[in-house]
């Protein structure tokens, strides 16, 4: 019998706030699966994270996570710049976002969507973090991430489909 994978997405946005000094407060703001409630900002940084509840250790996953319209990629090109953290409980669920915690991942740039490489995968709760920016303001859908073992095609896992709603500044841009 083949493993049963989960996952799941979500978005935080790292909300922009001025304090009385003149420097900005970032504060991590989920972001409602429906995207009715509140929405990223033209210009703030939004970061993506895919939670994979893997039963029993594989080998070579890959995850494909369509890009939802209005968003880009912090950074265009291909590389290590992704991160894989073990997620141990409900409450980690939103990490920091450290640069200590998790592995380096390979993450793979394409047009519609950005391809995740992990080579070995012990049994447990893991979670993938990266980083988008908010570009265009809209109301946009976000299609399904997709997990599989490249290598098993019977182990595979689709999250769900979300909104994300993009607002424009208040000063115009």
Same mark, same amino acid.
């Given at each position: 019998?083949?493993?049963?994978?989960?996952?799941?997405?979500?978005?935080? #946005?790292?909300?922009?706030?001025?304090?009385?000094?003149?420097?900005?407060?970032?504060?991590?703001?989920? %972001?409602?699966? @429906?995207?009715?409630?509140?929405?990223?900002?033209?210009? &703030?940084?939004?970061?993506?994270?895919?939670? %994979?509840?893997?039963?029993?250790?594989?080998?070579?996953?890959?995850?494909?996570?369509?890009?939802?319209?209005?968003?880009?990629?912090?950074?265009?090109?291909?590389?290590? $710049?992704?991160? %894989?953290?073990?997620?141990?409980?409900?409450? $980690?669920?939103?990490?920091?976002?450290?640069?200590? &915690?998790?592995?380096?991942?390979?993450?793979?740039?394409? @047009?519609?969507?950005?391809?995740?490489?992990?080579?070995?995968?012990?049994?447990? $709760?893991?979670?993938?973090?990266?980083?988008? #920016?908010?570009?265009?303001?809209?109301?946009?859908?976000?299609?399904?991430?997709?997990?599989?073992?490249?290598?098993?095609?019977?182990?595979?896992?689709?999250? @769900?489909?979300?909104?994300?709603?993009? &607002?424009?500044? $208040?000063?115009?841009?």
């Amino acid at each position: 019998m083949a493993s049963r994978v989960e996952a799941t997405r979500s978005f935080v #946005r790292q909300k922009q706030e001025p304090t009385l000094l003149g420097t900005l407060r970032i504060t991590p703001e989920p %972001l409602p699966a @429906d995207g009715k409630a509140n929405a990223a900002v033209t210009g &703030e940084q939004v970061t993506a994270r895919v939670t %994979l509840i893997v039963p029993n250790e594989l080998e070579y996953v890959m995850v494909e996570v369509p890009k939802p319209a209005g968003c880009e990629p912090l950074n265009p090109l291909s590389g290590y $710049d992704a991160t %894989l953290r073990e997620v141990t409980s409900a409450k $980690d669920q939103v990490p920091s976002n450290s640069a200590a &915690e998790g592995r380096s991942i390979y993450r793979e740039e394409h @047009d519609d969507q950005s391809v995740f490489f992990i080579d070995a995968l012990a049994a447990g $709760d893991w979670e993938i973090v990266f980083s988008l #920016r908010a570009t265009t303001p809209g109301d946009f859908r976000a299609l399904p991430a997709e997990a599989s073992a490249m290598y098993v095609p019977e182990v595979r896992a689709n999250s @769900d489909a979300q909104r994300v709603r993009i &607002e424009r500044r $208040d000063d115009g841009r």
